[in-house]
């Protein structure tokens, strides 16, 4: 269902739901995939979850975990406090 937000930009929420889309997608490639190769026995599933953290905590990745958690502690931060979340958004306004 659409929410007030998402139906007064449109183009947002459709470029937005593709992007979600392509993410979900994706996801259900990268299982298949995995499944394929642990039934066949080409890798174990601990061979698997080794390297994802392997992978995760490559420089390439790292970065991008490390904005997702500080992100989400930033809008935690601001759920808990409303009151410094105005102050945010208005010194954010004022300053451009």
Do not use: F, H
């Amino acid at each position: 269902m659409i929410t007030e937000k998402q139906l007064s930009d449109l183009e947002s929420s459709e470029r937005e739901l593709r992007d979600r889309k392509m993410m979900l997608d994706t996801a259900v490639d990268v299982q298949a995939i995995l499944r394929l190769l642990v039934d066949k026995g080409v890798v174990t599933r601990e061979e698997v979850t080794y390297m994802r953290e392997e992978v995760r905590e490559s420089p390439k990745y790292q970065k991008a975990y490390i904005y997702l958690e500080q992100t989400a502690a930033e809008i935690q931060k601001y759920k808990a406090d409303p009151v410094e979340r105005l102050r945010e958004m208005m010194r954010r306004k004022t300053n451009g």
